[in-house]
C-alpha cells in the first residue's frame, strides 16, 4: 500500500519539517489483519507523513522469503529508511544488512536480533519484563495454587521464547502451581480455540491458561466459554482492545500492554532525524518497558497505549 504525499496534507504540515519529495519511509510488518501490528504500521505511517515522506506499508506474514522481496523492492525503491518487524531473528538478519549496504536506514521494532551494528535502532518491547508481571498478575489470579495450561507463540519467533521464559521465572517459583499442558498456537485465535478445547478434555483440572498473546488468549476465552467453564483464569500480553473489552467482560483476568504506537513513531522519529543529521543520538538497542492491564486500570488504556 503505497501513501503519497497528497494524503499528508491532512496532517498540517509545517514548512519548517518537511522531507524531500524523493524520500520513502518503507513500512513492513508481519501482518495487516493482526491488530497489533495494524497499529504499528498506522502509527509509523502517520508520524512519517507528517514529517513529508512518501509511505508504503507491505507485510511480510512471517514469511522470510516475501521478506526479502519486500526488502528488495525498497531498495530498488531507493528508500530512505526502513520500519522493519522482522520475520525472524536468524532469517532477518542477512536482508538487513543487505538493505543496509544499499544505504538504507533500518529501524527495528517489536523484534530484536542477535546481531548489532547492521541496523541504527532496535526498538523493542521489554518482553521479559512484561511477562514477568503478566505471570504475576496470573499466580495470583489462581491464589499461587492448582494446574494451568500455556498458549505458547510461534516457535521461531524470539518473543515467544522470551515470554514463555519471563513466564516460568515466576511461576516455577511456586511448587503448588503446576504446568499440565503447554502448546504452541502460533500466534493464532483459531488455533488457541481448537488447542484450549483439547487441553481442557485431557485436563479438565486447568484452573488457568497464560497465553503469550492476546490473539491466543481470546480464543482460549472462547474455547472456556464454549465449555461453560468461568472459573478458568485467563491472561494474555499486547494490551489490545478486544483483550481490554474482555478484561471488562470478566473474560480474561489481566494482559500487557506493549506500547506498539509509541514505540513505531520513536522509530520513524529517529529516522527522520538520522535522515538529516546521520545520526539518531541514541544506543541502538532501546528496550521500553510494558504496562499491567487488570480490571482497576483497563479505562485508561487503548488502541496500545495508554490515554493521556
Known amino acids: 500500500m503505497l501513501i503519497t504525499l497528497t494524503s499528508a496534507l491532512l496532517f498540517n504540515l509545517t514548512a519548517c519539517h518537511r522531507a524531500p519529495q524523493s524520500s520513502l519511509i518503507a513500512i513492513i510488518v508481519p501482518s495487516q489483519d493482526n491488530p497489533y501490528f495494524k497499529v504499528e504500521a498506522e502509527a509509523a ?65 517489536d523484534r530484536e536480533i542477535s546481531v548489532r551494528g547492521i541496523a541504527k535502532a532496535q526498538i523493542i518491547s521489554d518482553n521479559d519484563q512484561g511477562a514477568r508481571l503478566a505471570a504475576i498478575a496470573f499466580a495470583k489470579a489462581l491464589n499461587n495454587h492448582g494446574d494451568y495450561a500455556e498458549l505458547i507463540g510461534r516457535e521461531s519467533d524470539a518473543n515467544a521464547q522470551i515470554r514463555t521464559q519471563g513466564f516460568h521465572a515466576v511461576l516455577d517459583a511456586s511448587p503448588a502451581l503446576k504446568l ?42 472462547a474455547a472456556v466459554k464454549g465449555a461453560n467453564r468461568p472459573d478458568i483464569r485467563i491472561t494474555g500480553f499486547d494490551g489490545s482492545n478486544d483483550a481490554i473489552d474482555a478484561i471488562n467482560a470478566n473474560e480474561l483476568t489481566a494482559t ?28 541502538e538497542l532501546q528496550i521500553i518497558p510494558c504496562d499491567l492491564v487488570d480490571k482497576s486500570n483497563a479505562a485508561h488504556y487503548k488502541d496500545f497505549a495508554k490515554l493521556p
Open 45 to 109: 505511517a502517520a508520524r512519517a507523513l507528517q514529517f513529508g515522506y512518501r509511505v508504503r506499508i507491505d507485510a511480510h506474514n512471517d514469511d522470510a522469503y516475501r521478506q526479502d522481496n519486500l526488502i528488495d523492492a525498497a531498495i530498488a525503491s531507493n528508500a530512505a529508511a526502513l520500519i522493519l518487524d522482522n520475520a525472524g531473528t536468524d532469517a532477518s538478519i542477512s536482508t538487513i544488512r543487505r538493505a543496509t549496504q544499499a544505504g538504507i536506514a533500518v529501524f527495528l521494532i
Open 180 to 221: 499440565v499442558s503447554a502448546q504452541s498456537a502460533n500466534w493464532s485465535q483459531s488455533e488457541a480455540f481448537q488447542k484450549t478445547e483439547t487441553m481442557l478434555q485431557a485436563h479438565p483440572s486447568i484452573t488457568g491458561i497464560i497465553a503469550g498473546n492476546d490473539t491466543m488468549a481470546l480464543g482460549a476465552a
Open 256 to 283: 500487557v500492554l506493549q506500547p506498539a504506537a509509541y514505540i513505531s513513531q520513536m522509530a520513524v522519529d529517529q529516522a527522520d532525524l538520522f535522515i538529516r543529521t546521520r545520526s539518531t543520538g541514541k544506543p
